[in-house]
């Protein structure tokens, strides 16, 4: 609806093609300029856009004041286009104005140049989403919530709403707890997740369900996390791991297309493993090669200490002899940070003979140096970076390497969507040397490793799978158990007895003896999607409200405290915090 009683148009949708009509426009003032004492231009603006309208010198309006003009549309004058305006080939003329609201000067310029400080624009957010880019990318977001729901929709799956007041989930993030008034100490807890009652949906019958689920946990907030985010949540029933994978390539596919006018190209699939070993990470961004090269056999019976490792690989930085002292000592002082022995640089000076300048090039044999050059295949002038440790610490250190030297801004480089499969079940181990759940621990075990749960647990794999766009995790999900025994041979692997496991999630194990399809789901992180879908690094762009990183919100005062009655309502005493 674009027309209303009080309006015949929008700010941004008047071309030549309506000169000569009547039209009545409302929005904010975005702009005036007085040309002498009688004449003034006006920059109308609603979320479609600016026109120009030319009023009396003496009309009273000023920037962000809310007015509707009626007035005649025209083509402007030879030389006075502005090709930069959708509408900038109008005007419109001959304008009665009526103020429909005053306004105080804005916090900040209600434009897109203005470098406002975050803090700033969160406390006058109403001033803030005015902006073309917020309103670029909140409806932006529009598009992509409904081209997912659709997706889901045509793809035959029920849309249903699980509670918010809940009961904890066990995926290992903090919660919130919400304290009931009608049984004092006792409480809710906001789900990070629908996870357990998707589940029950299953053993309901519901086959395939899904939602727009928003989701909460008191985890520390940075540029990809907010306490509260938005999900597209799915399970089904009779399903294998690619069955879901497709529903959700698809959905994922239709949200692209809607925000960007283009589809991703193939997903490419990769495992966990081969992610790690090869890109350092679980969420490889693929906009960039600078693969992780294994160079254990250069270093096999090595005589230098350093390298003596079960795992040596290398990093080839293309051009990076050029890099200085001072970079290359941060590199290593990074390496460290990141849990490594430390970090082997090597500026290649020539390939043949194979020559470097490097701090340990005095150590290494001619066979080395050659192998090394030749291993990584560097040319002169590149830089290769060495780190030499257990497998999971060189990936990592590496990896994290690959991202600080090789990746390229949020904007470039296009969209490499890929599905990383075959995650470890357990994720180390505690402090007591029991496993820990990688994702949650109703995932269902590889088929080919169920019977190391026991002997060899670290090694099984599940079947688990996460979504990953240029280097963004998007969204996990897996295959759940639903078979009582290997249930409790995974509870019995985390260390959980089963008293605890019925204490816990007893209401789900119930269900379960009720009659459990084989199931399986996904989430897909909408306002991770959505940024990425709009260029931004930040998810507080796309979100209409967001949280600061500290997780208060400067325009409400939130969180704040309350009245003491309502404290004596929910049976509590606040308890200075300790410190
Ligand atoms: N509940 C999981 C999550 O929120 C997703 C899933 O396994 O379906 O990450």
């Known amino acids: 609806m674009t027309a209303t009683s009080m309006r015949t148009h929008m700010c941004g949708e008047l071309g030549s093609s309506d000169a000569g009509t009547r039209v009545r426009l409302c929005g904010w003032v975005s702009r005036r300029r007085d040309h002498g004492e009688h004449l003034a231009f006006v920059d109308l603006r609603d979320h479609s856009g600016i026109t120009q309208c030319v009023v009396d010198g003496s009309v009273d309006v000023r920037s962000e004041w809310v007015i509707s003009v009626e007035g005649t549309v025209r083509a402007r004058p030879e030389g006075t286009v502005n090709a930069e305006l959708a509408?900038?080939?109008?005007?419109?003329?001959?304008?009665?104005?009526?103020?429909?609201?005053?306004?105080?000067?804005?916090?900040?310029?209600?434009?897109?140049?203005?470098?406002?400080?975050?803090?700033?624009?969160?406390?006058?957010?109403?001033?803030?989403?005015?902006?073309?880019?917020?309103?670029?990318?909140?409806?932006?977001?529009?598009?992509?919530?409904?081209?997912?729901?659709?997706?889901?929709?045509?793809?035959?799956?029920?849309?249903?709403?699980?509670?918010l007041l809940w009961t904890p989930t066990p995926e290992g993030a903090r919660e919130f707890t919400v304290p009931s008034r009608l049984h004092h100490g006792s409480f809710y807890v906001l789900p990070q997740s629908p996870q357990i009652a998707k589940q029950l949906l299953m053993v309901g019958g519901t086959d395939r369900y899904f939602q727009i689920a928003r989701c909460l946990r008191d985890e520390d907030l940075r540029a990809d996390r907010q306490f509260e985010f938005t999900q597209l949540d799915i399970e089904a029933s009779f399903v294998s791991q690619e069955d879901i994978q497709g529903a959700i390539t698809e959905a994922v596919a239709d949200a692209t297309e809607a925000a960007v006018g283009e589809s991703p190209g193939e997903a490419e699939r990769i495992t966990w493993h081969d992610a790690m070993d090869r890109y350092g990470s679980d969420k490889p961004d693929l906009r960039f090669a600078m693969e992780l090269l294994d160079i254990g056999q250069v270093f096999a019976g090595t005589s230098v200490r350093a390298f003596d490792a079960p795992c040596v690989k290398a990093l080839l930085v293309r051009g990076g002899a050029s890099l200085g002292r001072n970079?290359?000592?941060?590199?290593?002082?990074?390496?460290?940070?990141?849990?490594?022995?430390?970090?082997?640089?090597?500026?290649?000076?020539?390939?043949?003979?194979?020559?470097?300048?490097?701090?340990?090039?005095?150590?290494?044999?001619?066979?080395?140096?050659?192998?090394?050059?030749?291993?990584?295949?560097?040319?002169?002038?590149?830089?290769?970076?060495?780190?030499?440790?257990?497998?999971?610490?060189?990936?990592?250190?590496?990896?994290?390497?690959?991202?600080d030297l090789g990746r390229p801004p949020i904007t470039e480089g296009g969209r490499r969507f890929c599905w990383v499969t075959d995650f470890p079940l357990f994720d180390g181990v505690d402090d007591?040397?029991?496993?820990?759940?990688?994702?949650?621990?109703?995932?269902?075990?590889?088929?080919?490793?169920?019977?190391?749960?026991?002997?060899?647990?670290?090694?099984?794999?599940?079947?688990?799978?996460?979504?990953?766009?240029?280097?963004?995790?998007?969204?996990?999900?897996?295959?759940?158990?639903?078979?009582?025994?290997?249930?409790?041979?995974?509870?019995?692997?985390?260390?959980?007895?089963?008293?605890?496991?019925?204490?816990?999630?007893?209401?789900?194990?119930?269900?379960?003896?009720?009659?459990?399809?084989?199931?399986?789901?996904f989430a897909v992180g909408i306002d991770r999607l959505v940024a990425l879908l709009a260029g931004e690094g930040n998810i507080r762009e796309v979100i209409a409200f967001p949280k600061t990183q500290s997780g208060t919100d400067p325009m409400t005062g939130a969180p704040k405290p309350v009245a003491e009655t309502v404290l004596r309502d929910l049976g509590l005493r606040p308890i200075p915090k300790p410190g």
Not at 441 to 461: G, N, W
Request: net charge negative.
């Open 87 to 163: 509408t900038g080939e109008i005007e419109v003329v001959d304008c009665i104005v009526e103020v429909l609201g005053h306004a105080e000067p804005p916090p900040f310029p209600v434009d897109d140049r203005a470098e406002t400080d975050e803090s700033v624009r969160l406390r006058y957010r109403y001033v803030d989403i005015r902006r073309p880019r917020m309103q670029r990318n909140l409806r932006l977001r529009a598009r992509v919530v409904e081209a997912l729901r659709s997706a889901m929709v045509r793809q035959g799956f029920c849309e249903v709403e699980t509670p």
């Open 327 to 403: 970079r290359l000592d941060a590199l290593v002082d990074r390496a460290k940070e990141l849990g490594g022995k430390g970090l082997a640089w090597f500026k290649v000076t020539s390939t043949d003979p194979a020559a470097v300048d490097s701090p340990l090039d005095k150590f290494l044999g001619d066979a080395e140096r050659a192998g090394l050059v030749s291993g990584t295949g560097a040319a002169e002038g590149d830089l290769v970076l060495v780190v030499a440790d257990i497998w999971h610490t060189v990936c990592r250190v590496l990896g994290a390497l690959r991202l």
């Open 432 to 521: 007591a040397g029991r496993p820990q759940a990688a994702h949650h621990p109703f995932t269902m075990p590889h088929p080919d490793d169920i019977d190391r749960l026991t002997s060899d647990p670290l090694s099984v794999r599940s079947q688990a799978y996460d979504l990953v766009l240029n280097g963004w995790e998007l969204g996990s999900g897996s295959i759940r158990i639903h078979r009582e025994d290997i249930q409790r041979q995974v509870f019995d692997a985390l260390g959980i007895s089963s008293g605890e496991a019925e204490s816990r999630f007893g209401f789900l194990l119930g269900a379960f003896r009720y009659g459990a399809p084989p199931h399986g789901g």
